[in-house]
């Protein structure tokens, strides 16, 4: 039948192309077939098995062999010490980040991320610290749209805090996320072990509720173990992205963490964060970003038999773009502002911050940036001190590229 | 209030019956889209995560294609890890066991085909970060193009048996078709046997080999990575010594750096828009064979002249 088909279609087309033609693509499409069965039956009898993504004979074993990576971020710093030191003037590695992840079996997908930094903590004296920076498993098909992690892991607080310092845009965190995240010393942003579950709504956008619960025993990126509370480290996120005109997208976010600082129970912290992001990409050649991520903190401390309680707080923002040009390239520009009340000093104090960065990008697999960043300190009683920062960065990954998030 | 209730239930139901009796079909790209419409037609609802116009390498994994891969009973992808940098996040994510890798309802859609340049010895970065597994740009080959319904049929018969016969009715009809356009481009192609061109990426092998026509070199020495001022000099050498008759850049590519080599060597530029909905003339798979086939025709003979 299809024979004739083919013949009769032939003589219409007043047989311009030669019988032998068409038998090598008859031949072709055979072939074709023989090589998807060989490939099918090479599964076994299983018809539910189906081939995976790769070549057959160029098969990756993933069964024994997880996905490998190590992260390497050097940077060079220096600043004009303005009212006081704040960086140390020479060339440093940063952090070294070595990671394992691959499916554990049927129904966990591992992680296991090791990091090499220092910690600039008086204690310490810039030791490097071997610390376990995500340690979790993943189960990604619960019932009912949920997902659940459950180990060590990267806060979801917020935009920038899940994602990894080498996946910033930027070399440093903003003044507001290290002041947030508690993470003063290494600037990274804030870890804990806790579970963490996700339900994905059921809408046709996507939004998804996000409950945490962790030890609490300290909160930011300390290198300690903290002390026993009466309750643990809650964290709930609302997220929701939606798609705009082209290859423009929008998503954005709120975040609710609830710590205690301390053993008794009615000294509370809480923070209260929302982000949203715009991002625009033309293939590779052009890509655009914006976020802006505003927090505020509150600390509750209750009174006590030789003190009076108080409520101190904190709020500031940052906001950045970031824009990769001719594939390579990227340019970016930022603005951090960040206040905080203490009730002992009585008094306000603020700093601000531009930071402007020149990244060039070999690959996805490397990038070298030059940063300057300028800071301005309002401190107590009228002190105003501006500092001029410049940073050098070089960030490499060996191995597995795990992939952007959104 | 319970009355209203039980009404909203039906309503509810009513909206929703069309979407249970049909597959809802998730496609990464818009040439899958498309060819999964033709070997379903009625029978599944298709839907391409990205756009026409879109460099499949380097496509952010948007949270919106987590919902509706989530709702999915079949995912279709190019695979050879073409689009591997997003679509595994986004399946990760989709809390949808159906389409996980190695399931019932997921489609990779090379399977069968003759991938070009496989790797053969050691492979590294220095040589570029992308095509690790071979040319993943199959799909401009009308012969791939079969290949590629065969396959969705094969997916189609194992998440939904009862209606075999139809699918199978649909993948024959469809393939006739292709053929049909395959057999008019290649009497129209015929004169140009032979003909040299070159490339920007490396993404019309499958394509030119298929009209007996040969792909010199490519703009992009190694895939994926932007050539320098020395390869732009060289390429003119490599032009000129190969008399190559047309320089061919996709519309997502680096069209400003292929224009430049154009207007350095002499030799025209064609802007060949080898993915479904990328531009003008190219709604359906079928109208992209013939569009581009046609391109092709109009900047040779024009060179003719
Ligand atoms: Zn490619």
């Given amino acids: 039948m299809r024979k004739t088909l083919i013949w009769l279609f032939l003589f219409s087309s007043a047989s311009l192309i030669a019988q032998t033609e068409l038998d090598e693509i008859e031949k072709e499409l055979r072939e074709a077939e023989k090589r998807g069965e060989e490939q099918k039956s090479a599964m076994g009898s299983t018809p539910r098995l189906v081939p995976v993504r790769q070549r057959t004979g160029f098969i990756v074993d993933r069964a024994s062999i997880p996905d490998i990576f190590t992260v390497a971020d050097i940077v060079h710093e ?3 010490y303005g009212i006081r030191r704040e960086t140390k003037n020479n060339i ?3 952090e070294v980040e070595f990671g394992f992840s691959g499916f554990v079996d049927w129904l966990a997908h591992g992680n296991a991320l090791f990091a090499l930094h220092r910690d600039d903590h008086q204690d310490l004296q810039g030791r490097y610290i071997f610390d376990i920076h995500e340690l979790f498993l993943d189960f990604y098909n619960l019932p009912y749209n949920l997902r659940a992690r459950v180990g060590k892991m990267f806060l979801d607080a917020g935009r920038l805090n899940s994602i990894h310092r080498h996946d910033w845009f930027f070399t440093n965190a903003p003044l ?6 508690n993470d003063l010393f290494v600037g990274e942003g804030a870890a804990d072990t ?3 579950i996700a339900y994905l709504m059921p809408w046709d956008f996507f939004q998804e509720l996000k409950i945490g619960i962790f030890r609490g025993r300290i909160f930011g990126h300390g290198h300690t173990d903290g002390i026993e509370k009466a309750a643990p480290l809650w964290l709930g996120r609302l997220k929701q992205f939606f798609p705009l005109v082209g290859n423009l997208g929008t998503e954005f976010g709120f975040t609710y963490l609830r710590y205690q600082p301390t053993i008794s129970p009615h000294d509370v912290d809480y923070t209260y964060g929302s982000d949203i992001t715009f991002r625009w990409f033309h293939s590779r050649i052009y890509r655009f970003i914006f976020t802006t991520e505003f927090w505020y903190k509150e600390l509750y401390r209750a009174p006590t ?21 001719m594939q390579n390239y990227g340019v970016g520009y930022r603005f951090d502002y960040y206040e905080d009340y203490y009730q002992v000093y009585a008094q306000r104090r603020h700093y601000l911050g531009n930071t402007f960065w020149f990244t060039y990008r070999p690959s996805e697999f490397a990038y070298y940036r030059l940063t300057l960043e300028a800071r301005h300190y309002h401190g107590y009683d009228g002190i105003y001190g501006i500092n001029y920062l410049v940073f050098l960065q070089g960030t490499y990954i060996l191995g597995f590229h795990l992939p952007h998030r959104y | 209030m319970k009355k209203a209730s ?13 979407l249970f009796s049909r597959l809802y079909v998730v496609t990464t790209t818009t040439d899958l889209a498309s060819i999964a419409k033709e070997v379903g037609r009625d029978l599944v609802e298709v839907e391409s995560l990205t756009f026409g116009n879109t460099d499949l390498h380097f496509v952010p994994a948007q949270p919106n294609f987590i919902v509706k891969v989530n709702k999915a009973d079949v995912f279709i992808e190019v695979g050879l890890e073409l689009e591997s940098s997003w679509t595994s996040l986004v399946l990760n994510q989709a809390r949808n066991n159906k389409v996980m890798v190695g399931q019932i309802g997921y489609c990779v859609a090379w399977q069968g085909v003759n991938v070009l340049l496989p790797p053969q010895q050691e492979i590294n970065r220095s040589m570029g970060d992308l095509h690790p597994q071979g040319n993943p740009h199959y799909w401009p080959d009308p012969v791939n193009g079969i290949i590629i319904s065969r396959n969705i049929r094969d997916t189609y018969i194992r998440v939904d048996p009862k209606n075999e016969k139809k699918y199978q009715q649909y993948q024959e009809e469809f393939e006739k078709k292709v053929k049909e356009v395959l057999f008019e481009n290649l009497k129209l192609l015929k004169p140009f046997a032979g003909t040299r061109v070159v490339g920007y990426h490396q993404e019309f092998d499958y394509l030119i080999n298929r009209y007996k026509m040969v792909v010199v070199d490519n703009i992009e020495e190694k895939p994926g990575v932007l050539p320098g001022p020395a390869r732009l000099k060289a390429m003119k050498d490599i032009i000129l010594r190969n008399g190559v008759k047309l320089i061919l850049v996709s519309p997502w590519t680096n069209i400003a750096l292929a224009r430049k080599v154009s207007q350095d060597s002499g030799v025209p530029l064609l802007i060949l828009p080898i993915q479904t909905k990328s531009a003008e003339n190219t709604e359906t798979y079928l109208d992209m064979l013939r569009t581009t086939a046609q391109m092709l025709y109009e900047a040779l003979s024009k060179k003719e002249k």
């Fill in chain 1, 176 to 181: 507001i996320h290290k002041a947030v995240m």
């Fill in chain 1, 305 to 325: 038999p030789i003190m009076a309680g108080y409520r101190d707080s904190l709020w500031g923002f940052y906001t950045f773009f970031d824009f990769i040009f």
């Fill in chain 1, 92 to 94: 440093d590695v940063r």
């Fill in chain 2, 6 to 18: 039980v009404c909203f239930c039906f309503l509810y139901f009513f909206l929703l019956c069309p």
């Fill in chain 1, 194 to 196: 806790g579970i963490e």
């Fill in chain 1, 78 to 80: 220096q600043d004009a």
